[in-house]
């Protein structure tokens, strides 16, 4: 599965704190996270070799030795390489290798740990204005949705829902209309050029409706961006990444990574608007039938769904299959 060999992310850094493992869920696999005293991340089946009980039950223990993570049932101990290192009710018992846990590779960026299940010449999403220093970043959410990964990414290139979905905030019933777009084909996807709309509010400090370019960017199957350029706030921007977690094949974890000029607002403000605008989608997406996002027929189109049309095209060529049907 093409899936396996992508990064996928799974917690926001900050959930996973010391000496506390995390559960998490993707691919309709369950992982156990944990950090060891350096702080470095690592990720092992949730699932202990010797009796099958959920390692993120257990706890994280640290000493001269190193750190390990302890298993809640009978206490065994493993390292960050996935070796058991001590069985208690044997104490003078050294594990062999077969006792030992499978370990996945993590990495953190964008304010996220990213999880790959299978070695790959792979990187995780980009997000191009992480390291613009003009610009202020946080990260919104989780967001859990019953929908499938491809069907929240699809809305969130499309723009002619705004003027129903988003009526009064990103837009209007009486501006629907939309102009056209140009799409360019990347390595990681596509990018969409010269897409418009009128917007009432467009973000949290915009006092007056405008209209708001905006440039939308493919970077993964399950990952994409846009840029905002409200014509009523000069200088002003705003870039949001989407990052979506595939669960399992019909349920999803979605977080945004904003980078905005907006360094006035309040964070929990800002995570207000995003939370506001996201939840008025996520009763629609959750309505869609069938759940996972059709790639062979069975839903019309018309012009205005150009992206949505190159989203489909890419997701097969690249060969997905979880969440599609």
């Keep these: 599965m093409?899936?396996?060999?992508?990064?996928?992310?799974?917690?926001?850094?900050?959930?996973?704190?010391?000496d506390v493992p995390?559960?998490?869920?993707?691919?309709?696999q369950d992982f156990a996270l944990w950090r060891d005293a350096s702080g470095t991340a690592h990720a092992f089946p949730d699932k202990c070799p010797h009796r099958g009980t959920r390692l993120s039950l257990g706890r994280?223990?640290?000493?001269?030795?190193?750190?390990?993570?302890?298993?809640?049932?009978?206490?065994?101990q493993f390292d960050a390489g996935g070796q058991c290192r001590h069985i208690p009710a044997l104490p003078s018992f050294t594990p062999p290798a077969s006792h030992a846990v499978c370990t996945h590779?993590?990495?953190?960026?964008?304010?996220?740990?990213?999880?790959?299940?299978?070695?790959a010449d792979?990187?995780?999403?980009?997000?191009?204005?992480?390291?613009?220093?003009?610009?202020?970043?946080?990260?919104?959410?989780?967001?859990?949705v019953q929908s499938s990964a491809p069907r929240i990414v699809e809305n969130?290139?499309?723009?002619?829902?705004?003027?129903?979905?988003?009526?009064?905030?990103l837009g209007d019933r009486s501006h629907t209309a939309l102009d056209a777009y140009r799409i360019e084909t990347t390595p990681q996807g596509f990018v969409a050029h010269g897409c418009t709309a009128w917007q009432p509010q467009s973000n949290r400090l915009s006092t007056e409706g405008s209209q708001v370019e905006?440039?939308?960017?493919?970077?993964?199957?399950?990952?994409?961006?846009?840029?905002?350029?409200?014509?009523a706030q000069a200088g002003y921007q705003d870039v949001i990444g989407l990052f979506v977690c595939p669960v399992d094949p019909e349920r999803s974890r979605v977080w945004f990574r904003l980078a905005v000029t907006d360094f006035d607002s309040a964070e929990a403000e800002l995570r207000s608007f995003q939370d506001t605008i996201f939840l008025q989608d996520q009763p629609v997406l959750e309505s869609q039938s069938p759940k996972r996002l059709p790639l062979s027929g069975?839903?019309?189109?018309?012009?205005?769904?150009?992206?949505?049309?190159?989203?489909?095209?890419?997701?097969?060529?690249?060969?997905?299959?979880?969440?599609?049907?």
């Design 156 to 169: 969130f290139l499309d723009l002619a829902h705004f003027g129903f979905v988003h009526d009064g905030w």
């Design 105 to 119: 590779e993590l990495q953190e960026r964008h304010g996220l740990v990213w999880l790959r299940l299978q070695a």
């Design 298 to 325: 069975g839903e019309v189109h018309c012009a205005a769904d150009r992206s949505s049309a190159t989203y489909r095209r890419f997701l097969n060529e690249r060969g997905i299959t979880f969440g599609v049907c």
């Design 22 to 28: 995390l559960p998490v869920r993707l691919l309709s």
């Design 122 to 144: 792979t990187t995780p999403p980009a997000f191009g204005a992480e390291l613009d220093t003009r610009l202020r970043k946080l990260l919104c959410g989780p967001y859990e």
């Design 60 to 76: 994280v223990l640290h000493d001269a030795a190193g750190s390990r993570l302890e298993c809640p049932y009978h206490g065994w």
């Design 214 to 231: 905006y440039r939308y960017e493919l970077t993964g199957p399950y990952s994409a961006q846009l840029t905002k350029l409200p014509q």
């Design 2 to 18: 093409i899936e396996s060999t992508l990064w996928h992310p799974v917690a926001a850094s900050e959930a996973l704190v010391a």
